[in-house]
């Protein structure tokens, strides 16, 4: 092999030398990745994870593949970090599809300066994430950069599943008559990420609700391998979904708000910032649309399952106006809800 | 949600609907139809929207969305002074978080703060007193805005400035007054309103005897007004049955957060701190006599105004805009000839387009956009 041997990594905080190719880069992905993630395609250290094609083959008919990165400040809030949130995010994008996912890459751009320490907690994370959803972190790449050019460390994380054959999800399949399921409480990401950041000094600590789904997606499957839509809720949350639901299908989605599965503590502090519960973003909620004769069913299934424990039907699709959310409002009356223009702000009284 | 819930309540909310639709008899001869009813604040006109009170009540009543929104309201002119006091390399520039998208003629804050000036949003005036402490080689400028209802949080962030010595703390004031204002609209020829909600949080500052003169020399009934949808409706009820009975009075719906008197320690640090302008610029109402609050010359070391250089160019609304019949209620929101088109939430044109309690806002978001916009169609069509 090439590359020099690894000294083992002394230093206590990223430099830019663990970067530039050299004998500390090679420390630091010795001694934090491979040694971290445990992957026996990482430790063979070649430019690239070579995969076996046998083993997507019998799982499906076709690959999904998806990236996304990650950019959360602060690295490490209630109930989770960047780290397993940089796994969850992508396997969920791929159980949105009817994947399962198998492999995920990590790359790592991180701020010179950053703590070691910091860095090996994120990696271990990311381990017991991964492995607890079930995939392996396959290939690498690491960048480090000037202080002030990336805010402490962001990550990417690409990831491969495969779609079982007769699996046929998409946004455009709702049906008048189609039931909304959710897997649970909205707005808890959110809320943790304003809590975190101790700009409000709230009472109550919420966690993040940063959980992989692809687990509860396959028991969903097995009872109700037609499911016509499903996504997860994250940014623009439960609203922004809907949106995208009955805009794709020329449907309008009727939600009955008291349906909706919100803790009291997020409902307060949305409450007092005069936000929408309905745009916070989540981390494991996904929204599926059913035909109506399966939610019951697919109900209770997914109640059976720990990451689906408070799950609800919350509304339906109907005739109507194309590209249309119509929240019914416990007081009686009924609201449009749109997509959000930018960012919800605090209102100032 | 204890305390929340309770005011939600569509049982109840329904039985008020149907008491107030038993109150058309005694009132319409003697009105017109439809009847105007106005909520002055902003927070009032976002309940009503949010819970959907419009499409609960019977079409003989029109709710009317005043100017009550202290960040809709503001000219295009001081949101330019803001920008410039931001776009300042010594100045920490912190804000209400609303107050971040509402454009200027050139850019709004949020704009300057991507530009590389640095704004912050703060929930409190008292945390960007903190970050004044912990950025002593900062200016930090408060955004003050707001009626009276932020008006003593920012007083009282003053005095304790002063107490403490800090010196790189100043306000850029911007603050409203409700009175002035709401005299302003019952003064304009194209008036129609025929009754009051008054705003419950300004209220709680300044008590019940302010709002005396629009019962008794405009003869309107003005009720006191909470912010739940049931508040709302108990309030509307109130103000038919004072019409009912022919009454003209102040009423208190929100009893149980407004004294009568108001709130005197913060009464007394408004008075402390600031006092009446001449005139303040409306946007969407032009110059309103006494409509707003400067600091006094004894806080001069921390009014941002004075302690910089200002701008301060007056810069008028475009001509298209027709912010101001909406405000007055002698055209709804989706009447405006702009509305949904050359105007909306993504880029505002008018002021009530600016905030989520803005009334065309409110309209665009949470109303059937298709549906009002061929209703003004419809109605441009000469009969």
């Not at chain 2, 103000?239 to 149980?256: F, I, K, T």
């Not at chain 2, 993504?346 to 298709?370: K, P, T």
Request: glycine content about 10%.
């Amino acid at each position: 092999m090439s590359q020099p041997r690894s000294q083992g990594l002394r230093a206590e905080t990223i430099t830019l030398a663990h970067g530039a190719g050299g004998k500390a880069m090679r420390d630091l992905i010795d001694s934090v990745f491979v040694e971290g993630f445990e992957s026996p395609e990482l430790q063979k250290l070649e430019d690239q994870a070579r995969l076996d094609l046998a083993r997507f083959t019998t799982e499906g008919d076709r690959l999904a593949l998806t990236t996304d990165s990650y950019v959360v400040d602060p690295l490490f809030f209630p109930g989770g970090d960047i780290g397993k949130l940089a796994i969850t995010g992508t396997v969920n994008d791929l159980a949105m599809g009817g994947a399962r996912p198998l492999y995920l890459t990590c790359g790592m751009v991180i701020e010179e300066g950053l703590p070691v320490e910091t860095l090996r907690a994120v990696v271990a994370s990311m381990k017991t994430t991964a492995d607890a959803a079930g995939v392996a972190i396959v290939t690498g790449d690491t960048k480090v950069v000037h202080r002030g050019a990336a805010d402490k460390l962001f990550i990417n994380t690409a990831g491969v599943g495969v779609i079982p054959r007769g699996i046929d999800i998409r946004a455009d399949r709702a049906q008048p008559g189609d039931k909304v399921v959710i897997n649970g409480f909205i707005g808890d990401h959110g809320t943790a990420i304003v809590d975190a950041r101790g700009e409000m000094s709230l009472e109550n600590t919420i966690e993040t609700d940063c959980q992989a789904l692809n687990g509860l997606v396959g028991c969903m499957l097995d009872v109700c391998p037609d499911i016509h839509c499903l996504r997860d809720a994250t940014r623009g949350g439960l609203a922004t979904v809907l949106n995208e639901f009955a805009e794709a299908s020329s449907t309008t989605i009727t939600i009955d708000e008291t349906a909706v599965p919100i803790r009291p503590e997020v409902r307060g502090m949305c409450e007092l910032l005069g936000l929408d519960p309905l745009y916070l973003a989540n981390e494991g909620k996904l929204v599926a649309i059913v035909p109506a004769g399966q939610a019951d069913r697919l109900l209770a299934t997914m109640q059976a399952h720990p990451a689906g424990s408070s799950s609800s039907i919350i509304g339906e699709v109907a005739e109507g106006p194309a590209g249309r959310v119509v929240l019914s409002t416990g007081f009686g009356g009924n609201r449009i809800v749109d997509m959000l223009v930018g960012e919800q702000l605090p209102r100032i009284c | 949600m204890k305390y929340v819930d309770e005011f939600r309540d569509p049982a109840k909310a329904k039985a008020l609907v149907k008491e107030i639709a038993a109150l058309r008899e005694m009132i319409t001869p003697h009105h017109q139809t439809p009847l105007q009813l106005m909520e002055f604040c902003g927070g009032h006109t976002h309940t009503i929207f949010r819970y959907g009170i419009e499409q609960l009540l019977p079409d003989w009543i029109e709710l009317v969305h005043g100017p009550g929104c202290p960040v809709c309201v503001l000219p295009m002119g001081r949101v330019d002074d803001c920008v410039a006091l931001a776009e300042r390399p010594d100045v920490l520039f912190t804000t209400f978080g609303d107050a971040m998208r509402v454009p200027g003629s050139k850019k709004s804050l949020l704009q300057a703060k991507a530009e590389g000036a640095d704004v912050r949003m703060v929930y409190s005036p008292l945390d960007a007193l903190q970050l004044a402490k912990k950025h002593p080689d900062r200016q930090v400028i408060f955004f003050a805005l707001g009626f009276e209802t932020t008006m003593p949080s920012t007083a009282l962030t003053v005095l304790q400035a002063e107490r403490e010595g800090i010196e790189n703390f100043s306000l850029f004031c911007n603050h409203i007054t409700t009175v002035p204002t709401i005299k302003a609209i019952l003064d304009s020829p194209d008036m129609r309103i025929d009754g009051f909600l008054a705003p419950g949080h300004v209220s709680m500052v300044v008590g019940e005897q302010p709002f005396r003169f629009v019962a008794e020399h405009y003869r309107r009934p003005i009720v006191i007004t909470g912010f739940e949808p049931l508040d709302i409706l108990q309030s509307i009820w109130m103000l038919l049955q004072q019409m009912a009975d022919g009454r003209c009075e102040v009423e208190n719906q929100y009893a149980r957060v407004v004294p009568s008197r108001g709130n005197s320690p913060g009464l007394d640090a408004i008075a402390q701190v600031f006092e009446l302008r001449e005139f303040f610029e409306w946007r969407g109402l032009g110059s309103i006599d006494h409509s707003g609050v400067r600091m006094r010359p004894a806080y001069a070391p921390f009014d941002a105004e004075k302690k910089f250089a200002v701008p301060k160019l007056r810069i008028t609304d475009p001509k298209s805009c027709q912010c101001g019949e909406v405000l007055k209620g002698s055209i709804r929101p989706w009447q405006c000839k702009v509305f949904g088109n050359a105007c909306t939430p993504e880029s505002a044109m008018g002021a009530l387009m600016v905030s989520s309690e803005g009334a065309c806002a409110a309209y665009y978001n949470f109303g059937d956009l298709q549906e009002l916009l061929q209703r003004r169609e419809k109605e441009a069509i000469p009969a």
